[in-house]
């Protein structure tokens, strides 16, 4: 793939209040209570559907301080044939994927699943998030943005 249209930072710089709202989107799921851990693998998925190498890489690197264990990052592309997922969790990223292929729409047998993990107000909150990843996505799809490199370990830095 050719190199950065243009890259994150331009993006906040070039359309500061569209860089805000979506921003605010994103963070609304987590303020109203939804589990971080569980966003961010909905996030992740969600990248990797829509291609986007920035947040796939973004939202790995911010799993991994957050505590989200490695084998279910490793995992989570091909979450229904792992057993490293809760039944929420699945339920979750059934509901991500569903929304992100929205052509398909959501089926019964998924929305069944999701509305018995999740009260009415936390699926909503749970689409907010879904909806938030997918616009990121648009934008770091289409400006190619980098995706960030992983910081140096500290041990490795020691030595």
């Known amino acids: 793939m050719s190199h950065a249209r243009s890259e994150y930072e331009d993006f906040k710089t070039i359309a500061p209040d569209v860089y805000e709202l979506v921003l605010a989107l994103g963070q609304v799921a987590a303020k109203a209570g939804l589990d971080k851990q569980l966003l961010e693998l909905v996030k992740l998925r969600a990248s990797q559907i829509n291609g986007c190498a920035f947040c796939v890489q973004h939202h790995i690197l911010f799993s991994e301080r957050i505590g ?73 799809a289409a400006f190619r943005w980098t995706p960030a490199k992983r910081p140096a370990a500290a041990n490795a830095a020691a030595s």
């Open 68 to 140: 989200v264990p490695v084998d279910k990052l490793n995992l989570v592309a091909v979450w229904r044939e792992a057993p490293v997922f809760s039944a929420r969790e699945r339920a979750a990223l059934a509901w991500a994927e569903a929304l992100t292929f929205l052509p398909d729409g959501v089926s019964e047998a998924v929305y069944a699943e999701a509305s018995g993990e999740f009260s009415e107000t936390e699926l909503t909150y749970l689409t907010s998030a879904v909806a938030s990843i997918n616009v990121w996505n648009r934008f770091g």
